[in-house]
């Protein structure tokens, strides 16, 4: 960000103001522990600072430092809507278009409140009036932590915003395993171990406690596994159906596509999952080297992301959906054959 900019946001957040906080529907780790991590910032100014998430979103996100003052959109609509329409200042966190807020699209459209956006992905729209924009950051809880170290204030950052920012760097990046992790990402992480994140407890409330039926999922998923090996390609499928006989729950397929691209020789991997309440499939890509599955899925599946982490969406059948993304591959068969 500029520095006159950074001049300004520090002018406006001097005094105490009401200030709404918005991740993307269906947060992540990354959205959960941004919002938050700014949250607990925020209060430390008495602003009277509120999360609003458009949806629930997965247990393993449940013990963050704050979650329970969390509203979401679709259970407190009246209450949601009265605290935008009332916001001086608007955060939206880890996405960059009103239209991934899914139902609270219209309301942020139309608020009058100053917005600031602070984000990891690419293509921006042109909402806000202050953009912290940058698509080479390993996540938008690592550029928390700059926004705060730009106010000068890392002096702040207790065990609790640590906690909170450690959980978006620590899943953004796959367990500091993809190539976005640089060594400014550690030398931040390692900054907020000293400020007392428990890194080894953070990564066993996200990745380690498991039910019996969402292992039994993951076996469904692992059994319905294709490889198409000219396209360097693998994907999985899950209809509603075996969802249902599994008893899925909200975040219980979450990291599942990688095992595909776990895979030797495999560049490019999917998955598929039906979904009959919202009548879409939805699909995430993940993808090695310098082959862009942000490209792919905003080509053809209504979606977007990073360079190697998209998602997208697609209104035929399962069937059909997959199909669809078998035909596009061999165009795409000279690019993923020269990673």
């Not at 259970?75 to 955060?91: E, G, Y």
Request: proline residues 3%; charged residues 20%.
């Amino acid at each position: 960000m500029k520095k006159q900019d950074i001049s300004s946001i520090k002018q406006l957040l001097s005094e105490p103001k009401n200030i709404v906080i918005v991740p993307h529907k269906n947060p992540d780790g990354d959205a959960i522990g941004s919002v938050l991590g700014l949250y607990h910032y925020l209060l430390k100014y008495n602003h009277n600072a509120t999360v609003i998430t458009p949806n629930d979103y997965p247990s393993f996100l449940k013990w963050v430092p704050g979650e329970t003052s969390i509203l979401k959109y679709d259970l407190q609509t009246n209450t949601c809507n009265d605290l935008v329409k009332n916001a001086d200042i608007i955060f939206t966190l880890d996405f960059n278009a009103f239209h991934r807020t899914g139902g609270m699209e219209t309301i942020l459209s139309e608020s009058k409140a100053l917005k600031i956006m602070i984000d990891h992905h690419q293509a921006p729209d042109d909402y806000a009036t202050y953009m912290f924009s940058d698509v080479n950051m390993s996540s938008t809880c690592e550029m928390v932590y700059h926004f705060i170290h730009m106010l000068e204030d890392t002096d702040l950052i207790d065990k609790t915003i640590a906690t909170c920012i450690y959980l978006g760097i620590m899943t953004d990046t796959g367990s500091f395993r993809f190539a976005s992790t640089s060594s400014q990402t550690h030398k931040i992480v390692a900054q907020l171990i000293e400020k007392g994140a428990n890194n080894a407890e953070i990564h066993n409330n996200v990745y380690d406690t498991n039910s019996y039926e969402r292992l039994q999922l993951l076996g469904c998923a692992l059994n319905n596994l294709k490889v198409i090996p000219e396209s360097r390609t693998a994907y999985i499928s899950l209809s509603q159906e075996e969802l249902n006989t599994y008893n899925y729950k909200k975040g219980d397929t979450e990291g599942v596509v990688n095992y595909g691209l776990s895979l030797d020789n495999i560049v490019l991997a999917a998955i598929f999952i039906e979904d009959k309440q919202e009548g879409i499939i939805k699909i995430s890509l993940r993808s090695k080297g310098n082959f862009s599955v942000n490209e792919l899925s905003r080509s053809h599946f209504n979606g977007g992301g990073h360079i190697n982490a998209a998602g997208g969406k697609s209104y035929l059948s399962l069937e059909d959906t997959v199909e669809k993304f078998i035909s596009i591959l061999p165009s795409y068969n000279k690019a993923l054959n020269d990673v």
